[in-house]
């Protein structure tokens, strides 16, 4: 709703203003990215980070960056084209991973923009009405938002059952409030995909929704099994990287926290997540490092994300110009 109030605002705005609205919100996310990491170098001893940088274990970190982004790029792509073969109709892989890749490039400029370009290809290449589409990355989110929740709830069991000590910013009971609310979610979504499939099998639904209702248990259970995995190597990949840097944290703590501190650190208001990363990892986790180890860690995480994204983008992008090359023909 806020984007459309905003898309509104700029149509009113005359070519001049529409022109310094642009520049403004392209240069925003690196402007709060400069304030925040100008508080956080303000804060810290500059000797200590100098000594916290030189001895973080790269051979450690960088393959502990690297490899997991790689396979998040291949099992993102793969559920990307078990929902095409489900509800649409089948696609190649190929055909979805190497525009997929190429368009980390974009990415490095805007997300948004990368995923929209992605959203316009598919739409070309697999001749998919955008409600359709739309409808398919929902049920993708659903599915992930909710597998990730399983998760969480074992981990929450097990910190119980085994008394794990648990140190948090937020407060138990909203965390178990929210995992609730999901939980909540979930059964309302189930029980109105059983009465609909078993009581009103002949409702005709919007495209937006057709997913949600004529999926079966396999593929709930392969979503959420290929979800689950990526999870799995996010938590080893990030405890493995903040350890290169000399921050352990617990991991039951770091299974619990992680989804919310990844969300705050890939907020859309700075610039490849420099500065919300730093406040982000700073605000949940400060017990376990110094101020100097948070911010070299946090600095190098988001880059070497981006840069290994870059190099994913620049091996794809031949074969990418292909795919789009017969959409260009195609068109003609």
Same mark, same amino acid.
């Given at each position: 709703?806020?984007?459309?109030?905003?898309? $509104?605002?700029?149509?009113?705005?005359?070519?001049?203003?529409? &022109?310094?609205?642009?520049?403004?919100?392209?240069?925003?996310?690196?402007?709060?990215?400069?304030?925040?990491?100008?508080?956080?170098?303000?804060?810290?001893?500059?000797?200590?980070?100098?000594?916290?940088?030189?001895?973080?274990?790269?051979?450690?970190?960088?393959?502990?960056?690297?490899?997991?982004?790689?396979?998040?790029?291949?099992?993102?792509?793969?559920?990307?084209?078990?929902?095409?073969?489900?509800?649409?109709?089948?696609?190649?892989?190929?055909?979805?991973?190497?525009?997929?890749?190429?368009?980390?490039?974009?990415?490095?400029?805007?997300?948004?923009?990368?995923?929209?370009?992605?959203?316009?290809?598919?739409?070309?290449?697999?001749?998919?009405?955008?409600?359709?589409?739309?409808?398919?990355?929902?049920?993708?989110?659903?599915?992930?938002?909710?597998?990730?929740?399983?998760?969480?709830?074992?981990?929450?069991?097990?910190?119980?059952?085994? &008394?794990?000590?648990?140190?948090?910013?937020?407060?138990?009971?909203?965390?178990?409030?929210?995992?609730?609310?999901?939980?909540?979610?979930?059964?309302?979504?189930?029980?109105?995909?059983?009465?609909?499939?078993?009581?009103?099998? $002949?409702?005709?639904?919007?495209?937006?929704?057709?997913?949600?209702?004529?999926?079966?248990?396999?593929?709930?259970?392969?979503?959420?099994?290929?979800?689950?995995?990526?999870?799995?190597?996010?938590?080893?990949?990030?405890?493995?990287?903040?350890?290169?840097?000399?921050? &352990?944290?617990?991991?039951? $703590?770091?299974?619990?926290?992680?989804?919310?501190?990844?969300?705050?650190?890939?907020?859309?208001?700075?610039?490849?997540?420099?500065?919300?990363?730093?406040?982000?990892?700073?605000?949940?986790?400060?017990?376990?490092?110094?101020? $100097?180890?948070?911010?070299?860690?946090?600095?190098?995480?988001?880059?070497?994300?981006?840069?290994?994204?870059?190099?994913?983008?620049?091996?794809?992008?031949?074969?990418?110009?292909?795919?789009?090359?017969?959409?260009?023909?195609?068109?003609?």
């Amino acid at each position: 709703m806020f984007k459309d109030d905003l898309r $509104e605002i700029s149509k009113k705005l005359s070519p001049s203003q529409r &022109k310094e609205y642009i520049l403004a919100k392209r240069f925003l996310p690196l402007l709060i990215s400069g304030l925040i990491l100008y508080y956080y170098f303000n804060q810290i001893d500059w000797s200590l980070l100098k000594h916290s940088l030189l001895k973080a274990h790269l051979a450690l970190f960088i393959p502990s960056r690297l490899i997991p982004l790689f396979i998040y790029l291949l099992i993102d792509s793969y559920l990307l084209k078990v929902l095409f073969d489900w509800f649409h109709q089948p696609i190649r892989f190929r055909e979805v991973v190497y525009p997929r890749a190429a368009l980390y490039l974009l990415a490095l400029i805007n997300v948004q923009v990368s995923n929209g370009g992605m959203f316009l290809y598919l739409m070309r290449r697999a001749d998919i009405k955008t409600e359709k589409l739309a409808g398919l990355v929902a049920f993708r989110f659903a599915w992930s938002v909710w597998s990730i929740n399983f998760g969480l709830s074992i981990a929450l069991l097990l910190t119980f059952l085994l &008394k794990f000590e648990f140190h948090s910013p937020l407060a138990m009971e909203l965390i178990l409030l929210g995992v609730g609310i999901i939980w909540a979610s979930l059964l309302l979504y189930l029980g109105l995909a059983y009465y609909y499939n078993h009581y009103r099998p $002949e409702t005709v639904h919007r495209p937006l929704w057709n997913a949600f209702i004529q999926a079966r248990p396999r593929q709930y259970l392969e979503i959420a099994g290929f979800t689950l995995l990526l999870a799995g190597i996010g938590v080893i990949n990030n405890y493995l990287c903040a350890l290169s840097f000399g921050i &352990k944290i617990p991991l039951h $703590e770091l299974v619990v926290l992680l989804p919310i501190v990844d969300l705050i650190a890939n907020l859309p208001i700075a610039f490849a997540g420099l500065g919300t990363t730093t406040f982000a990892w700073q605000t949940f986790w400060s017990r376990y490092a110094t101020p $100097e180890a948070f911010l070299s860690f946090t600095i190098a995480l988001p880059v070497t994300t981006y840069l290994s994204r870059a190099l994913f983008a620049l091996i794809a992008f031949p074969r990418a110009v292909k795919y789009l090359q017969e959409i260009l023909n195609k068109k003609k």
